[in-house]
């Protein structure tokens, strides 16, 4: 159970903070970078920073690495590279955790599309770790904490506490001066989103590739349970097509501008209702991912930058321009 904070909302108090580094960038694993960013200019401290995760998904599958990623500096560089060559749009958020950005997240679901819908609960809180579980230290697990499980994996378990919450929720304040901040991470495709992103594409390749995935179902590529993979030729040559499917004719996940403006508002009001300001804005956009509709984002990143400035002030930076 959350603790509620009785102070006043930040639309109460006089003493406005220092304008607010909100930073945009095209994929959620970004998010990495900007933390590692925000600590090498001394906006988070050294402690683990708490996440307001405002987003369609949870995005906390385990990270899948060909290499360890203990011990990794919390660098610009350093982030930058494992982000590129590691970490997936959906696994960042438990990347996070392990090397030490984070250690708490608060996830804000939209709302339910379809109308009369059941509407979602706020579950109770879970408390979970990440740990590795081989010599070289890169197989990861995580599990929730239980008396039980305090012998599995190695000793770089690093612990998180996942809140479900909503728009009445507000952010619990953390007493003295070395108290961890909170930072708040938007997705886009919190305001509208495609169930599945339209991503399909083809890739040449020889005849004698075409021909074992054309010829055996048992395919590792065929038996993929994310993508559709299917072996073509033509004239042209011989190519692999992934999820080169048909339209879809409707997607209950993607809003119309109405819908998208009153859920802005909500999360407005939301934001107005905290005790204590950000210390970093994260805006991620999906569009290349195609979770978040690509006609629409513009509209959606510009809505969601005039209310940020109409809550807090604010300093509207671009991640490619800072890393």
């Known amino acids: 159970m959350l603790t509620m904070v009785h102070q006043p909302p930040l639309s109460q108090q006089t003493d406005r903070p220092n304008p607010i580094p909100v930073i945009g960038f095209e994929e959620h694993n970004e998010a990495l970078i900007a933390l590692a960013w925000a600590r090498e200019n001394a906006l988070l401290g050294k402690l683990p920073a708490r996440l307001l995760h405002v987003d369609q998904h949870q995005d906390l599958v385990v990270p899948q690495l060909s290499r360890t990623i ?61 740990a590795t579980t081989d010599t070289q230290r890169r197989e990861m697990i995580t599990m929730v904490q239980r008396p039980e499980a305090r012998g599995v994996g190695n000793d770089d378990r690093k612990s998180m506490a996942l809140h479900f919450v909503d728009t009445e929720t507000q952010i619990p304040e953390q007493p003295g001066p070395e108290a961890a901040p909170w930072v708040l991470g938007i997705d886009l495709d919190y305001f509208s989103c495609n169930s599945m992103p339209d991503n399909g ?23 993929s349970p994310s993508h559709r993979i299917e072996a073509r030729h033509d004239e042209q040559g011989y190519w692999l097509e992934y999820d080169m499917l048909p339209p879809r004719s409707a997607d209950p996940l993607v809003r119309s501008t109405t819908e998208i403006e009153a859920e802005v508002d909500r999360l407005a009001a939301m934001l107005s209702r905290q005790a204590q300001a950000p210390a970093l804005i994260l805006i991620a956009r999906s569009q290349i991912s195609g979770f978040t509709p690509r006609h629409q984002c513009e509209f959606i990143e510009a809505r969601v930058k005039d209310m940020l400035a109409s809550v807090y002030p604010c300093t509207i930076l671009e991640g490619s321009d800072l890393w």
């Open 70 to 130: 203990a011990d990794t500096p919390l660098t610009v560089a350093a982030i930058k590279n494992l982000v590129e060559t590691e970490i997936s749009i959906a696994s960042f958020v438990w990347a996070g955790v392990y090397l030490g950005l984070l250690d708490e997240m608060f996830w804000l679901a939209p709302k339910p599309a379809i109308a009369g819908a059941r509407p979602r609960s706020v579950l109770p809180s879970k408390y979970l770790w990440i």
């Open 201 to 223: 594409f083809r890739i040449s390749v020889t005849q004698e590739t075409y021909e074992q995935v054309s010829t055996n179902r048992h395919h590792p590529l065929r038996l």
